[in-house]
T-cell receptor
Framework: SQKIEQNSEALNIQEGKTATLTCNYTNYSPAYLQWYRQDPGRGPVFLLLIRENEKEKRKERLKVTFDTTLKQSLFHITASQPADSATYLCALETGRRALTFGSGTRLQVQP | GAGVSQSPSNKVTEKGKDVELRCDPISGHTALYWYRQSLGQGLEFLIYFQGNSAPDKSGLPSDRFSAERTGGSVSTLTIQRTQQEDSAVYLC????????????FGPGTRLLVL
């Protein structure tokens, strides 16, 4: 069956450390993958897009990798801050215009 | 407007009643999406509108759910004869209607069916 897996357990890290979130998928061949941030009571906000032919994409303190062989994307936040605390969702292109979302991983950055 | 707006922000209804949820997309965005998010879950695609094309209704969970988009702008999601399992946050997003593009989400409508 097709599925997208993100760690359902919250990730707790200390301020200043690098947070690494994982998105694994099976039985999809996405042309691209996006990462969104969602705060409580809000809609998701777009962060980064990475295409299947790109290994890595960076934006300020954010870095995304995309391994189509492992069927995995890693999302890194360097020098993390308490303001980075949120739920992070990965979303795959799955052959239709609407994205297919994972359930998200909650990140908590401790001061 | 500055972003996608949705109304109402919260809706409490009794089982069996009909509800209408409204979405105002960003001006100029031709694509509009409805998703549903249950507690602790990811976003579940419901329906997608693109310009004047026939909508992609493949995500609608039952025939109690319907949506329309009038004049290529505002959209209404209607749930008839609501059930308790319909309780969720209903999110609307819009985009320019191009490939690989960012979707801009509204704040959602929190629906509780008693």
């Amino acid at each position: 069956s097709q599925k997208i897996e993100q760690n359902s357990e919250a990730l707790n890290i200390q301020e200043g450390k690098t947070a690494t979130l994982t998105c694994n998928y099976t039985n999809y061949s996405p042309a691209y993958l996006q990462w969104y941030r969602q705060d409580p009571g809000r809609g998701p906000v777009f962060l980064l897009l990475i295409r299947e032919n790109e290994k890595e994409k960076r934006k300020e303190r954010l870095k995304v990798t995309f391994d189509t062989t492992l069927k995995q994307s890693l999302f890194h936040i360097t020098a993390s801050q308490p303001a980075d605390s949120a739920t992070y969702l990965c979303a795959l292109e799955t052959g239709r215009r609407a994205l297919t979302f994972g359930s998200g991983t909650r990140l908590q950055v401790q001061p | 407007g500055a972003g996608v707006s949705q109304s109402p922000s919260n809706k409490v209804t009794e089982k069996g009643k009909d509800v209408e949820l409204r979405c105002d997309p960003i001006s100029g965005h031709t694509a509009l999406y409805w998703y549903r998010q249950s507690l602790g879950q990811g976003l579940e695609f419901l329906i997608y509108f693109q310009g004047n094309s026939a909508p992609d209704k493949s995500g609608l969970p039952s025939d109690r759910f319907s949506a329309e988009r009038t004049g290529g702008s505002v959209s209404t999601l209607t749930i008839q004869r609501t059930q308790q399992e319909d309780s969720a946050v209903y999110l609307c997003a819009s985009s320019l209607g191009q490939d690989e593009e960012t979707q801009y989400f509204g704040p959602g409508t929190r629906l509780l069916v008693l």
